[in-house]
């Protein structure tokens, strides 16, 4: 069951397990004409999303195994701001105290180096990538509009319905280490249900199954 996508979809959402044969795994807008299932973009496959209309299955990205292993952020007032409005937000982090960076989406590589990530949609919704800054034990700022997958707001991560609130619960989050690190431990345990190594399989067996 291959997974293909770009090397960034594929380092966050890949399986590095994944047997050469059965349904092929598309992630994002990667073309591929054969696919059977396609993790949000667009193209070939029946879709799965965490929100949207004629979705096969309501849900986010798998997350790579690997991703638990991730270690903390070396700098702990690092903060990822990926959002429609992200300037404005990162510029009032960094007036804040906070080393705020944008970027246009979510990678490897700056999911390693933030302790938090402001991780927002224009639908206000939870980001189709929000398990993976979960199971990476960071503290993820996010709008719990629609779906939450069981995640509670407080819990498991710290939902927001506004930038300025994002603002205020990201700084908070960067002051206060000590007190989200239970909201880190069970983030990274609900994020357990959706690694790879469980998802692909589960979904091969519901095609093979014809559900």
Known sequence: MP??????????????????DGP??????????SADVRFAGAGAG???APHGDGLWRRAPR????????????ADPDAVLVIAPSAEAIAR?????????????????DALRAAAVVVLLADTGAFPDLGMCVLAARRVLVTGDA????????????LG????D???????????????????????????REHRASLVYPRLAADLAAGA
Do not use: N
């Open 160 to 163: 927001v319905a506004t930038p």
């Open 62 to 73: 798998p997350v790579r195994d690997e991703l638990f292993a991730l270690p903390p952020a």
């Open 3 to 20: 997974v293909v996508g770009s090397q960034e979809d594929r380092a966050l959402s890949g399986w590095d397990e994944a047997p050469a």
């Open 165 to 191: 609130e994002a603002v205020e619960r990201a700084h908070l989050a960067r002051l206060y280490p000590r007190a989200t690190a239970s909201i880190k431990a069970m983030g990274a345990r609900a994020a």
């Open 146 to 157: 629609g779906p939450c997958f069981g995640l509670q707001s407080g819990i498991e991560f």
């Open 46 to 48: 029946r879709l799965v």
């Open 92 to 108: 009032d982090l960094d007036e804040l105290g906070a080393r705020a960076s944008t970027a246009p989406r979510l990678t490897l």
């Open 24 to 33: 092929v795994f598309a992630l994002g807008d990667v073309q591929a004409a």
